[in-house]
């Protein structure tokens, strides 16, 4: 199953088979520009970022402030103070 079908219909079992078998699908985006990660906390399913988040996805700016990794964003920003105050895709900031 997609993983971000998995996500939308709340199917933890589904999303775990989907990241077992193919651990990079953690790193991905919806055509609109989502990380599976924000999609899933997007939903509101904090359990299911979780288990992206324990297959090491890459995480930009958008995704270290919304999972709360303040090392990976400081890293990040400091690198390129502009993406402090970037807007994401779907029209957030950091």
């Known amino acids: 199953m997609n993983p971000f079908r998995a996500v939308a219909e709340g199917d933890l079992d589904a999303l775990e088979a989907a990241l077992v078998k193919d651990p990079s699908l953690a790193g991905d985006a ?5 990380s599976l990660v924000r999609w899933a906390l997007y939903r509101g399913r904090r359990d299911m970022a979780d288990v992206i988040l324990a297959h090491d996805p890459p995480l930009d700016v958008f995704d270290a402030a919304a999972v709360g990794r303040a090392e990976r964003l400081d890293k990040v920003v400091h690198h390129d103070r502009s993406l402090a105050s970037a807007r994401s895709s779907d029209g957030f900031t950091p």
């Open 30 to 34: 919806n055509p609109d520009g989502v």
